[in-house]
């Protein structure tokens, strides 16, 4: 057999997984547990790294998942007093908004 055909079982599953609509990766699901324990909170990447003991290229690469999923959305920017660089806002979806209009 081809080593290019070959594949893990877990690769295999985690392949299958991605199509899942709403399928959250268990560190989506850490992240997304720190605005569920607050709701309304808004935090950075770099706030979210320090919540959860990730590392910050970690957080950077679930936030954007999670973005495109439509779980978290960005709401607004800070400026991050060491750098002096805009850092986006994240929070939770706002629900209900677009029936307003």
């Given at each position: 057999?081809?080593?290019?055909?070959?594949?893990?079982?877990?690769?295999?599953?985690?392949?299958?997984?991605?199509?899942?609509?709403?399928?959250?990766?268990?560190?989506?699901?850490?992240?997304?547990?720190?605005?569920?324990?607050?709701?309304?909170?808004?935090?950075?990447?770099?706030?979210?790294?320090?919540?959860?003991?990730?590392?910050?290229?970690?957080?950077?690469?679930?936030?954007?998942?999670?973005?495109?999923?439509?779980?978290?959305?960005?709401?607004?920017?800070?400026v991050c007093p060491v750098t002096r660089?805009?850092?986006?806002?994240?929070g939770l979806p706002v629900v209900g908004?677009?029936?307003?209009?």
């Amino acid at each position: 057999m081809n080593m290019r055909t070959q594949m893990a079982g877990t690769s295999l599953a985690t392949y299958h997984s991605l199509g899942v609509r709403d399928y959250l990766q268990p560190k989506e699901r850490e992240l997304m547990a720190v605005f569920d324990a607050a709701p309304g909170a808004r935090y950075t990447r770099q706030a979210l790294a320090q919540r959860t003991g990730m590392a910050i290229n970690a957080v950077c690469g679930r936030v954007r998942s999670l973005l495109d999923k439509h779980a978290l959305e960005v709401h607004g920017e800070t400026v991050c007093p060491v750098t002096r660089k805009p850092q986006e806002l994240l929070g939770l979806p706002v629900v209900g908004q677009w029936s307003l209009f």
